[in-house]
């Protein structure tokens, strides 16, 4: 059994569904699969299950991409009410509060952009709250997401 400090509170055990995930994009195919069985368990569809998918694969595909760990990457899901709940954590890696990335300003020019970060705020746009802990080289970004529709 994988022991994991955990620094935040547990999602909602009777709807929580958790996995770990090989650091590696090819990983992705398999995180669909995750999703899809959450979704069709709890209903969510239509523009909410694209959303979801969307977040969970721009997370999971930041953590690959930028973060220097070589751990599992564990995907967690549960619903609340009209809620769902993702939770994306990474052992042993550097800090990187996204929360604390500023948005990009699209008056700019291209050219004068820094690059980078419009994953970012598109995950901020389709969530309700986003909020990270790190604690003991462990990032954890949870995600709040309003369901509109479900079954």
Not at 25 to 50: M, N, P, T, Y
Not at 102 to 129: C, F, T, Y
Request: aromatic share 6%; proline share 4%.
């Amino acid at each position: 059994m994988r022991q994991t400090t955990r620094t935040v509170a547990p999602l909602v055990e009777s709807s929580s569904i958790k996995k770990y995930f090989p650091r590696d994009l090819s990983a992705l195919e398999s995180l669909f699969a995750f999703i899809a069985e959450f979704r069709a368990k709890h209903g969510v569809r239509g523009q909410d299950a694209r959303e979801v998918e969307l977040i969970i694969e721009e997370l999971f595909t930041n953590f690959v991409r930028h973060n220097d760990g070589q751990h599992e990457i564990s995907v967690e899901l549960a619903t609340v009410d009209e809620t769902i709940c993702i939770r994306i954590t990474d052992e042993d890696v550097d800090e990187f509060d996204l929360t604390q990335v500023p948005e990009p300003d699209p008056e700019r020019p291209l050219e004068d952009r820094r690059a980078g970060g419009m994953g970012i705020l598109l995950v901020r746009k389709l969530s309700q709250k986003v909020s990270y802990d790190y604690h003991d080289r462990t990032s954890t970004v949870t995600i709040l997401k309003r369901l509109t529709a479900r079954e």
